[in-house]
């Protein structure tokens, strides 16, 4: 039995060594890739393949914004008539809460109704957006791409400060789209911001909105949205409630309000007037970008937005600022 367990173990050793010569002549066994890492969700993603590096927000970080600018085109008085009756319909994925209290504005040639665009596809009403630069317009990423790995949208125009039939800016195409991997890939609401740049720098007549970010709740900020709801007569632009309406939830990419919005308006700025000298932003200023209705569990039985986060504030900057 002993000289039995010294053969075998003298077999095995033999073994071992003529595979380890074996594998030796072989060369080194190279190792299987390792997989890609995971996108973040609010990496920049273009309709042609484009790629930005977006900027720091300079070492701040608790807060940071970009003040707005008026435009240099007409600037007649802003009227704003308040409709007849009331809803409390629900309208697809946006939603009236309460009486309908939204007001026409007409004409929307005074800042920052001029800034306001509706985004029509293939002469069809679409969506709302904001200008926040000459030739940059903010908007929510279900406006420019399917999301979830859908199509981005073609024969998309923008119209800044439209009232019906009056053009008073006339209409510029969209040369790039933007939105970031948390729409284009997963379809997250969270995630429902994007970008259109135009083949025309409108922005210098209607002026433009100013944006900003903070760490710390929004909750109680009041709340104005603009745009153009699907429920009105074509390219008429409203605004959702008669006075301001005020944040009543935060969360980290979200934000939560009771201002009455309609399908047509995703895409809407979710801005504030903030006075001259204001921390961050002065002017009229976006907190976030309007994408939902009411639907599930509070506080998503309130009307909500893509909230402007650091990295959006960053991205929002990077896209402006692309060539």
């Known amino acids: ?9 003298t077999l095995a050793t033999g073994f071992a060594a003529a595979l380890a010569a074996v594998l030796a002549a072989a060369g080194p066994v190279s190792a299987a890739p390792a997989p890609a890492p995971a996108l973040a ?42 409709p007849s009756g009331s809803s409390t319909t629900a309208l697809g994925t946006e ?18 109704a001029s800034a306001v665009v509706q985004i029509t596809r293939n002469g069809n009403a679409h969506c709302t957006g904001w200008l926040y630069g000459p030739d940059i ?18 024969g998309l125009v923008v119209w800044p400060g439209r009232d019906g039939s009056s053009t008073p800016y006339g209409s510029c195409t969209v040369r790039q789209s ?8 997963d379809g997250n609401e ?17 002026g433009w909105f100013g944006y900003w970010w903070q760490s710390a709740s929004l909750n109680g900020y009041s709340t104005l949205i ?13 605004r959702g409630d008669y006075v301001s309406r005020t944040v009543v939830a935060t969360t980290g990419n979200q934000v939560f309000y009771t201002n009455d919005t309609i ?10 007037y903030r006075a001259s000298g204001s921390s961050f932003c002065s002017g009229y200023c976006s907190m976030a970008i309007h994408g939902y209705g009411v639907h599930g569990s509070s506080p998503h039985t309130n009307n909500h937005a893509a909230r402007i986060t650091e990295a959006r504030f960053n991205n929002l900057q990077a896209w402006k600022n692309a060539p």
């Open 1 to 9: 039995m002993h000289a039995h367990r010294m053969r075998a173990g």
């Open 41 to 82: 969700a609010d990496t920049p993603v273009s309709s042609d393949g484009a790629k930005v590096s977006p900027s720091p927000a300079l070492g701040l970080t608790a807060a940071r914004g970009e003040s707005g600018r008026v435009g240099t085109g007409p600037g007649l008085t802003l009227n704003s008539t308040a």
């Open 95 to 112: 939603s009236i809460i309460g009486t309908d209290d939204r007001i026409r504005i007409t004409p929307a040639t005074s800042f920052p």
């Open 137 to 154: 317009v903010a908007t929510a990423g279900h406006c420019v791409n399917e999301g979830a790995g859908g199509a981005w949208y073609t």
């Open 178 to 185: 933007w939105s970031v991997n948390g729409w284009i890939v």
């Open 190 to 206: 969270e995630y429902d911001y994007g970008a259109l740049k135009l083949n025309c720098t409108v922005g210098n007549s209607t």
């Open 226 to 238: 603009n745009g153009y709801p699907g429920d009105k007569p074509f390219g008429q632009q409203w």
């Open 263 to 272: 399908g047509g308006m995703s895409g809407s700025a979710v801005y504030q």
